[in-house]
């Protein structure tokens, strides 16, 4: 039984030293080592049972021993739920990817479709906060709580609704901090007001501004 079939797409790998080549190795094949080409006859007519190929594109014969199938990517993504947090899956074949989260607050009441397009759009790479009052957040009643990890996400979020902050200028806590000189950064340290695992990001006099600490506003935190 032959390993490929026609239509199969293969790359042709170097048979130099595979003993006994089917077909027969010459130096002339060289040039099609790394390629990926479409199988278009399969010869079984060789008189010691062995197996040939021929592919789209070159004239030669060639060893099944000397071609790898190139499987095709297949994507898929999963969603589950256990009632409190739903979950979006990325898997290319059968390896996960990436994955993102979403998880309902106590006071809400679950859906499944308002988790489940949150969970799938946080995934694809466009953030979204549906629950968030920005009503509430522009008029400075409201403070944001964020990660180093979803700081990037909720920025962009701000900047479509065109908040600034108050210097004027783009910045990361996070990494302004690793790039003060170490005495300012004891002082920070002192002051406990170095970035840790989470800022509070809020509204003061129209721009944005951040504290390491909680604030005395009410608090939406952004996953």
Not at 91 to 104: G, I
Not at 141 to 169: M, S
Request: aromatic residues 12%; neutral net charge.
């Amino acid at each position: 039984m032959s390993k490929f079939k026609v239509g199969d797409k293969v790359r042709i790998l170097d048979g130099s030293k595979i003993e006994n080549y089917t077909g027969c190795w010459n130096t002339f094949m060289k040039c099609y080592v790394g390629e990926v080409h479409t199988i278009k006859h399969v010869k079984r007519d060789w008189t010691d049972g062995r197996v040939s190929y021929k592919l789209d594109d070159t004239i030669f014969a060639w060893d099944e021993r000397g071609l790898e199938l190139v499987s095709e990517k297949k994507q898929k993504i999963v969603i589950t739920t256990d009632g409190r947090i739903t979950k979006a899956r990325l898997y290319d074949n059968e390896k996960l990817v990436r994955q993102a989260v979403a998880s309902c607050v106590t006071d809400d009441k679950f859906d499944f479709n308002v988790g489940a397009n949150l969970a799938f759009t946080r995934l694809m790479g466009t953030p979204v906060a549906t629950s968030l009052d920005w009503d509430k957040f522009a008029h400075g009643k409201l403070a944001v709580k964020v990660t180093k990890k979803t700081y990037d996400a909720f920025i962009k979020l701000c900047e479509q609704r065109n908040f600034t902050w108050h210097c004027g200028q783009k910045f990361n806590p996070w990494k302004m901090y690793d790039e003060m000189p170490s005495f300012l950064k004891a002082l920070t340290d002192v002051r406990d007001e170095a970035p840790s695992e989470h800022i509070y990001i809020s509204v003061v006099d129209g721009d944005l501004k951040w504290c390491a600490k909680r604030t005395e506003l009410d608090e939406y935190e952004f996953i």
